[in-house]
């Protein structure tokens, strides 16, 4: 999986402490901390740490390739969803969220799957932290597909959106307005009004609800990249037919 073991410790973002990591070979990983703590990762031993990121199973739940959680596990991976508010500013309206992780094997059919719901003509937002230690992450704005065609392309990058710790995905219907993400972790995550049928796709999966359920966003993870996947995911902004300068930072909830 080329996890990696060199760390450095600039800090991009003072309030929410990411680290980046190091380039071996042709792997790349950052890691996000979400309070001004030690590093778990830092105090290991290299076996020791190739051991814990060599791990992608616990219990029923399989990561992808992606993200992995941290050394002390101060969230478990696992799979189930819960319900949140986002508040939109700048409409100054609580906007109700759907957060779901869904084991490896289905996630890319349950994604798939709630994207019906949308419509026929959709947005999407590609998402990239490829270049992390220079700009974060990009937003890159398409309007106007058809449901059929961007699910046909999105097939065909199946395993880069769902192995790449650097890409996220984001595919809304400005008219209703709902929007279904894909994120950088590999958690599904719905925003909108009127909720019920991404309730009954995520049940129909298996999942089952759970409000005080935790992600692996809410304690220190790694992400997890290649020079495999940076190359895709450039073809896949061709073939989306998005121009590399168009960067909407408002493009989602």
Not at 20 to 38: F, I, P, R, T, Y
Not at 139 to 168: A, K
Not at 206 to 233: P, Q, W
Request: aromatic residues 10%.
């Amino acid at each position: 999986m080329g996890f990696l073991k060199k760390f450095f410790n600039d800090v991009f973002d003072e309030d929410s402490a990411l680290h980046e990591g190091s380039l071996h070979e042709d792997n790349v990983l950052h890691e996000e901390v979400v309070a001004e703590v030690a590093s778990s990762f830092l105090e290991l031993e290299e076996q020791e740490l190739e051991a814990h990121l060599g791990i992608s199973r616990y219990g029923s739940f399989t990561l992808t390739d992606a993200v992995r959680p941290s050394y002390d596990l101060n969230v478990v991976p696992s799979a189930g969803f819960r319900h949140d508010t986002y508040r939109d500013e700048s409409s100054n309206q609580n906007v109700p969220v759907v957060m779901a992780a869904v084991s490896r094997e289905r996630l890319f059919d349950t994604f798939m799957e709630l994207l019906e719901p949308l419509g026929p003509v959709v947005d999407v937002v590609l998402e990239t932290s490829h270049d992390y230690s220079a700009a974060g992450h990009q937003d890159l704005y398409r309007e106007h597909i058809d449901m059929p065609i961007l699910q046909s392309i999105l097939w065909d990058f199946e395993d880069m959106l769902v192995n790449d710790g650097c890409t996220g995905l984001a595919v809304l219907n400005p008219q209703t307005p709902q929007e279904v993400q894909f994120d950088e972790h590999k958690l599904l995550i719905v925003y909108g009004q009127k909720l019920t049928p991404y309730e009954g796709i995520l049940i129909d999966a298996g999942l089952n609800c759970s409000e005080e359920m935790k992600f692996v966003t809410e304690a220190e993870h790694v992400h997890s990249t290649n020079d495999e996947y940076i190359a895709r995911f450039e073809e896949l902004k061709m073939r989306l037919g998005i121009d590399m300068n168009s960067d909407d930072g408002e493009a989602c909830y």
